[in-house]
């Protein structure tokens, strides 16, 4: 087959539905400044509250760096397609945004299971707690989450934009993703799709077998050991934490698990905005702004600047 060298894609996005595209930007404008300003406060609170330096929060506080990264690789660009009439992104442009998603994502995985794990310890463990999750081993794990992305981002994006692509550059999505770009190659892609079910599983089940058996330890220890207000404490935070991890796995499995042909059009699309803009929005507010450690170095905060 003839090839044309492809210099730039068309984001399709949303334009099956021209008549709400000001609504659709409204919406996910608001959503963007909502959830960045969430999680720069957790970010802030950990920085100047003492008692929030511990290993959860400081677990939180990259999370957090991680969702506001995530959330800016995608969604400015999205905003932008909405307004525009050209709704394009140049061919490196593309493989950029591609990379940071993947890395971006991949990062947040690992981080979900230390978050996981931190808890296990913290709940099974509480007198070696201190030993375990020493400071190092904390930055060990988030700096262990940021190199396992980077590793996965660089290799399926060098995979994915190493195939030839046909005179079609009309991505239907509104940011680069692997499915429907693979759509768009004019070469068997089996090799590609074998590799990325390899990663899925490696980057999403690892991860996910490991925060499912953390809670699943956690859960065993407070029906066993404790007293009916702590598990009512216990089960609290574990339900709002295992909802953020289906949240996030739930979404971003079925999308990379499917076999190729099970790619549907708005079903593509609305898996995407769960775990690109939903869950990002979501997750501040129950991980950490209902939290009463939150709460209570809110209110410390305040009394110490009405103070000064």
Known sequence: RNFTKIYEFILVGFSDVLQVQDVLFTVFFCTLNISLLAHMFIILLYTF?????TPM???????????????STIVPKMLINL????????????????????????????MLAAMAYDRYNAICHPLLYNN??????????????WL??????????????????CDSNRINNFYCDIPPLMSLACTETQFNQIVMLIITFVIILGPFTLTVI????????????????MRKKAFSTCTSHLI???????????????????????????LSLIYTIFAPLVNPFIYSLRNNDVKNAVKMLVVKFKIQ
Do not use: D
């Not at 945004?97 to 971006?104: A, D, K, P, T």
């Open 57 to 71: 929060y400081f677990f939180l506080a990259n999370f957090s760096l991680i969702e506001i990264c995530y959330l």
């Open 83 to 110: 307004l525009s009439q050209h709704k394009t992104i140049t061919f490196y442009g593309c493989a950029i945004q591609m990379c940071c998603f993947l890395l971006l994502g991949s990062a947040e995985c690992y």
């Open 132 to 145: 375990i999750m020493k400071r190092v081993i904390c930055i060990m794990l988030v700096i262990g989450s």
């Open 214 to 229: 953390s809670y699943g330890n956690i859960i065993w220890t407070i029906i066993k050991h404790h007293s009916a207000g």
């Open 49 to 53: 509250s003492p008692n929030l330096h």
């Open 148 to 165: 396992t992305g980077t590793i996965v981002g660089i290799l399926q994006t060098v995979l994915i934009f190493s195939l030839p692509f």
């Open 244 to 270: 953020v991890v289906s949240l996030f796995y739930g979404s971003s499995s079925i999308m990379y698990l499917r076999p190729r042909s099970n790619y549907g059009k708005n079903e593509e699309k609305f």
